[in-house]
């Protein structure tokens, strides 16, 4: 049975009625007959559809059964189409019949599952797909323009981000709730809404051992596009040192900082001992006060207005060192994640770098199998 839709989907309904009537009004050989809202589809069954439509396709009658959703994330997708095959089952035996799932916007991925299931689809970004008898319609909009920011900016928030990098982490493996909530240092409901994005996008498979992403790069990739580091303080500051010497300050500092608990290579500098590529004479680090303070002493740093040759970034969470690799002996860096991202965004040839650290080392690792 249905239930309530709520406010915001009540003022949709007038926009999909429109968009139906308009996808039937370009086929000249098709005609509507009827259209119902919240219709039973039999006089032998209690499921409801959001619309039936009665037309006639040259001199065949066919009946559209209609889902319509708010959102159309794959796993929404995949109950709608369950939804719409149920009702058309229930159709009587000798009537033409189609489902069609309509939507404020409607992905690629989406899009391909309702196709793959014999099912149309049409959104309100001028996205659709009508095949049925001698019907063809098929027109794909520039993009979504009705994109859910607030959703966005929950999955990729600071703290649903220190879950990502938790799970992002290779090798790969399945997270019971409570154990990764400790393990990212965040609260249980904070792990609960990160659960359900994924598992609404289809990134991440839940079983009996827990949560487990299932496609990495797919999520790696959108947060990569709305990725903004966010420092707490950017210094800047010049080093006499470079070559070994600087190399073996670097491991000094990094070892009295803890091996890595309070500084890190970041950025260009942790990609050349983790998937070297692009070179950079200028060296990034995080660290915090207590870091910083080291660094300033094993590098012999000097400040600058301009002309640095050395970047302290101080994070806002600690998740940066806690999910830090040692790429080398003594030489501690950001975690492969945190450095693909801040590579993402690190202009010249930081894009290319990143995609070489994606290729080199986090596929690769991702394919592995975690306990």
């Known amino acids: ?72 994330q794959p796993r929404e997708v995949r109950m709608a189409v369950l939804q719409l095959e149920r009702c058309l089952k229930h159709l009587p035996e000798d009537v033409l019949r189609y489902g069609l799932l309509m939507a404020p916007f409607i992905s690629e991925q989406s899009a391909k599952i309702c196709t793959d299931a014999g099912m149309g689809y049409a959104d309100l970004a001028g996205n659709a797909r009508l095949a049925f008898d001698e019907v063809f319609i098929e027109t794909r909009g520039a993009g979504n323009p009705f994109r859910e920011k607030r959703e966005k900016r929950s999955l990729f928030s600071p703290r649903a981000a220190q879950v990502l990098l938790v799970l992002l982490a290779p090798p790969l493996r399945a997270w019971k709730v409570t154990e990764l909530a400790a393990a990212a240092g965040v ?70 900082g803890g091996k890595g608990e309070h500084v890190v290579l970041a950025s260009y500098s942790a990609a050349r001992w983790i998937a070297p590529y692009a070179r950079q ?43 830090r690799v040692e790429a080398a002996p003594g030489i501690w860096c950001s975690g492969l994640i945190l450095t693909w991202l801040d590579l993402s965004v690190a202009g010249e040839r930081g894009a290319e770098a990143a995609e070489h650290l994606l290729r080199e080392k986090l596929l690769p690792a991702w394919k592995e199998v975690g306990p």
């Open 281 to 323: 004479a200028t060296q990034f680090f995080y660290a915090d006060e207590q870091g910083t303070e080291i660094l300033r002493r094993y590098l012999q740093l000097q400040p600058v207005s301009r002309g640095e040759n050395v970047v302290i970034l101080e994070p806002r969470e600690d998740d940066v060192f806690s999910g």
């Open 1 to 72: 049975m249905k239930t309530n839709k709520t406010l915001k989907e009540r003022d949709l309904e007038p926009q999909f009625e429109a968009l139906l009537r308009g996808l039937l009004g370009r086929v000249p050989s098709l005609r509507l007959a009827s259209l119902k809202r919240d219709a039973r589809v039999s006089l032998h069954s209690s499921d409801r559809a959001d619309r039936v439509a009665q037309v006639t396709a040259g001199d065949r009658p066919w009946t559209l059964v209609v889902e319509e959703k708010r959102l159309a």
């Open 187 to 256: 609260s249980l409901g904070q792990v609960s809404n990160v659960r359900k994005l994924l598992l609404g996008r289809e990134w991440a498979v839940a079983g009996d051992a827990g949560l487990r992403l299932s496609k990495p790069e797919e999520l790696a990739r959108a947060w990569q596009r709305s990725y903004e580091p966010r420092p707490r303080n950017r210094e800047t500051a010049y080093t006499l040192l470079h070559g070994e010497a600087l190399d073996d300050a670097m491991r000094a500092a990094l070892a009295e």
